[in-house]
C-alpha cells in the first residue's frame, strides 16, 4: 500500500470517528496525524485535498456550494504552502547564518583577545561590548621591553563581518611591526599605508596609539581621526579632553600624522574610549562629555577596572540594556 493510500485511510478512519463522536481523544489522534504529515512533508494542499475526498466518500449527498467551497480552500493552501514552504526555508538560512556568525564571533573573540599587562606604575581598566555578535571596536596592548605600554584602540566605520575581517587586518599589520620603531606616529602612518591599500574604499577605521614609558611617566601618542578621550590632572582635579588631529585610516596613502606628549603624575588617568561611550542616547538624545565625566568621577574612588565596568553598566541601563554601537572604555591611571 502507497503512503498516500495509507494516509488517506488514516485520515478517513479518524475524521468518522471524529464526526460520530465529537471526542477529544480523538481529536488528540489528528493533531498526531498533523505531526505525521510534517514528518513525512505532506503540505497543507494536499491535507485539504485528502479531506475533500473523504467527506465525498463519506457523504454522497454533499451540495455542490460546499464542494465549490472546499476548491477554493484548496487553491488558498497551495498559495499558502508555497508561502510557508519558502518561509521555511528563509528560516534555515537564517539559523545557518546565526551560526556561522556565532563562528565567526568565537573566532574574532580569540583572534583580537588580549591581556591587560600588569605595570607596577599603572593600574589598568578595559571594557569592550559589541552592540551585535561582531564587533566593530577593536583595543589591545603590547608589552614593550622596557617594561612600558603601548595601546590601541579603534573603531571601523561599519559593522558586521566586514568589520571583523578589517579588525583582524590592523591586528596582525600591528604584530608586524619591528619592535624598534613602534612610536605612535609611525605605527599609525604604516597602518594607513596597508589600509587604503586593502580595504574598500567605503570603509574607514578611526585608531588611537599610545605608549607609556615607565622611567618617566610619559604617555605619547596619536590619532587618526578617533574619539578623543580625556585627561585627568589630578593636582587640579580636572578633566580635559585629549585632543590629537588626524585623518582617518584609509583615505590617503601619504598623510602625516602628529605625535603628542603628556606628561602623567601621582594619580593622573588617561581615558580612552569609542564613539559608542559618547553617542549614547536616551529618551532625551545624546549624552554629553560631560555627562561621561561625572559618571567617572562618581566611580573615582574604585579601581580603574571597576570605574569602567560601572560606566558602562549606567550608560547600558540609561539606553535599555539596548546598546546601539559597540562600547569600548579603557582606563589608565598612573600610580606613582
Known sequence: MSFDKEMKDLYKDILGNYIQTQNEQVLYQGQKLSRKSLENEISPEDIVSIHKEVIEEIYSDIPEK???S??????VMISYGLALREHQTLKNKQRELRSEIEVAANV????????????????????????????GDYFHFVDEDNGGLSIAI???????????????????AMDSLPDS????????????????????????????????HPVNHLFTYASAGHEPGFYYEASTDTFYDLEA?????????????????????????IVLLTDGVTECRTEEGFIERSDIIKLIRKYMHLSSQEIVESVYKELEKLQHFELRDDFTLIILKNLV
Open 108 to 135: 574574532q573573540q580569540n583572534l583580537l583577545g588580549t591581556r591587560i599587562p600588569e605595570i607596577v606604575s599603572l593600574d589598568i581598566g578595559a571594557v569592550s561590548v559589541p552592540a551585535k555578535q561582531m564587533n
Open 245 to 269: 588631529k588626524g585623518l582617518v585610516l584609509g583615505v590617503d596613502r601619504h598623510v602625516k600624522y602628529s605625535q603628542y606628549q603628556k606628561q602623567l603624575y601621582r594619580n593622573d588617568m
Open 154 to 172: 579603534a573603531d571601523v566605520i561599519g559593522k558586521g563581518i566586514p568589520a571583523a575581517m578589517c579588525m583582524s587586518m590592523i591586528k596582525y
Open 70 to 75: 472546499l476548491d477554493f480552500l484548496l487553491e
Open 181 to 212: 620603531r613602534k612610536n605612535p606616529s609611525y605605527v599609525l602612518e604604516n597602518l594607513n599605508n596597508i589600509v587604503e591599500r586593502n580595504v574598500d574604499p567605503s570603509m574607514f577605521i578611526t585608531m588611537f596609539y599610545g605608549s607609556y
Open 66 to 68: 460546499v464542494l465549490h
